[in-house]
């Protein structure tokens, strides 16, 4: 109401050691940069992943793996890091993958964009991220349809199609 007033809490921070970056398929083919942490306790919840959006945000932090990192819980919720707390001299920089990491194939950017994706048209982790999406609560509601069967699922080569789910059979 017009009347009330939220009152937000400042976020928790924590440090931690940025130990690996690894990287996933989105479901729109997008391959956004995932740090892998030292598990540290934040805000109620233990953190071991947060995601570094795209490359673009790893070069203004100029992050680097082993680097110790700020990191904060973005309204409380998800985490996200803050700054570089303490450079390595010896880390490793992080750079874009020139393959796929679920199908092999070629990655590029396209010209002014900030992502990366798989230029494959057949990869499949777009589509068992559609699939999920799909079958997920906020969505259809397909209960049992979860990333463990949509993996197994479209690996048999029985989804090649959010449309197939309507004619999986008990079989």
């Known amino acids: 109401p017009r009347w009330g007033i939220a009152f937000k809490y400042p976020a928790q921070q924590a440090t931690s050691v940025v ?44 992050l680097r ?3 110790r990192v700020l990191i904060e819980r ?19 920089a992080i750079v874009p993958p020139s393959k ?3 199908c092999g194939g070629p990655v590029t950017q396209e010209e002014g964009m900030v992502a990366y994706r798989c230029d494959n048209v057949s990869c499949p982790a777009p589509l068992r991220r559609t699939l999920e999406h799909f079958a997920s609560r ?28 309507y004619g999986l059979t008990k079989e």
């Not at 973005?74 to 490793?92: H, L, S, T």
């Not at 993996?151 to 449309?163: A, G, H, I, Y």
């Open 74 to 92: 973005a309204g409380e919720v998800i985490p996200k890091v803050i700054k570089v707390v303490e450079r390595m001299k010896n880390g490793a």
């Open 65 to 67: 793996v082993g680097d």
């Open 138 to 165: 906020s969505a259809m509601d397909i209960g049992g349809l979860g990333d463990v069967a949509v993996d197994q699922l479209v690996r048999k080569e029985l989804l090649k199609d959010v449309s197939d789910i």
């Open 19 to 62: 130990k690996d970056v690894e990287f996933s398929v989105g479901r729109t083919g997008t391959i956004p940069p995932v740090a892998k942490l030292e598990p540290v306790f934040c805000g109620g919840v233990t953190i071991s992943n947060v995601t570094l959006h795209n490359f673009e945000e790893i070069g203004r932090l100029g």
């Open 100 to 102: 796929c990491p679920d």
